[in-house]
């Protein structure tokens, strides 16, 4: 069975989920409502990608979901559909942090779920 992860952005938006089945899914939107199919019940994680308007440097973003109450990286999906806040990427390069220069976003951007049922994954799973 597939579930959708569905989410906003503010920006043209590549949705990554690195899967423990080896594969990377990815979907892309150009502003707005972003679509991602994923097997169920598989250990995922996410990463955006975007260009800030004022920049040609392509940054990557590592996503957790906000899951009773704790962030987690790792994650399965559990329901048909994941429908997750705005995605709310930085929009100039100014509000960027990455203190190394690699493209890669310091910190993690936590979404909340709005719909749908994810559950956390152990270390292993």
Known sequence: ME???IAT?????TLKAFCKDGEVYSAISDKGEISLSIPSNLSCYLISEHKPLDSNRLFRTKLALLIEG???IDFKVISEKLVL???NLAMSEE???DANSDQVVDNILTL???T???SMVVSGE
């Open 70 to 72: 704790k962030s987690s």
């Open 3 to 5: 579930s959708q992860i």
């Open 116 to 118: 749908g049922e994810a």
């Open 85 to 87: 806040e705005l995605i």
């Open 112 to 114: 909340t779920i709005e």
């Open 95 to 97: 509000e960027i942090i």
């Open 9 to 13: 952005v503010p920006i043209k938006t």
